[in-house]
């Protein structure tokens, strides 16, 4: 048995021209971290006592005699890219899907990473990113970006940049104390659940070109964001209003990104005190992020009251494998 620990990241810049289509042309950027909530992922082979061969268990259970015949897309196409077969799989998470946390793509990452360690490979970090890119954007055809899937894998507080060329991930130099005061700045709470990301992703897909000045904008955001991240002069008051820029811009892609209710909520909170936020993911619900600084945070989680407040510590390491039991295996010919 393989059980993988793959984190669920935060975006805070640049979302948006991690778009292949945009980046390709226009380069982009973004800024995000992973946090301490995770999801779990479990595979083992399954005891051929049974009149099916897969037994997969999410939210849903699926029993199925061959690979084919799975619904959950990601699962079926990752089992096939990889020649996985007689498999139960057991999906668990800290945080609720379709919330804007970059689920599914932690749970794709977790899941290859599962497979080549039930296989007794090794990959390293790039490799489950790109892996993990493939598996959703082109074999699973879902619309998005692409710094979920290199967020989960890496870990970190990171700038990913991307061109035409591929993506450089490079860590957020800051010092232990300053990164302390970031996440101590960051309050996190849960609006409800959203729709699905790739169906909210397909209505920015096709509002790239009509909207390539403010993802311009939102690029330049990324060097301004790290500059106060990285200068230890200046105050981090300033990364809390540039979030309240960048959420106005992104708002300005897509009607489906926010909902009157959501606009309610950050108008409360800015009202409270907060500095800025957003909401993260692709949007239409799922988590609201303030910047508060410490004399205005109990106004603004009272502000929230009627939401989930959800405390985070940042986390560092990326998916990993945290149980690996090998087993022997033969496939039935």
Known sequence: MVITQTPFRMSFFGGGTDFPEYY?????????????????????????FFDYKNELIYSKIERVKSEDEIV?????????????????????????????????????VGLLNAFYALKGKYADKRKLADDAIYLERVLCDESGGVQDQIAAAFGGLNRIDFDADGYRVSPIIISPE???????????FFTGFSRFSSDIQEGTKRAIKDKEAELKEM?????????????????????????NHTWELKRGISSSISTDSIDSLYKKAMEAGALGGKLLGAGGGGFLLFF???DARSSVMKAMDELLHVPFEFENNGTGVVHYSPESYEPVV
């Open 219 to 243: 690029y330049a955001l990324v060097d301004e964001a790290e500059a106060v991240l990285t200068d230890k002069s200046k105050s981090l008051s300033e990364f809390g209003r540039l979030l």
């Open 178 to 188: 300053r990164k302390r005061e970031l996440n101590d700045s960051l309050l996190l």
């Open 72 to 108: 959950h897309p990601a699962i079926r196409n990752a089992m096939k890219m990889m020649d996985m077969h007689e498999l139960r799989i057991t999906y668990d998470a800290d945080l609720p899907a379709r919330s804007g946390l970059g689920t599914s793509s932690s749970f794709a």
């Open 24 to 48: 390709k042309k226009n380069g982009g950027a973004v800024i995000s971290t992973t946090f301490d909530k995770y999801c779990y992922v479990s595979v083992r082979h399954l005891p051929r």
């Open 292 to 294: 508060a600084e410490p």
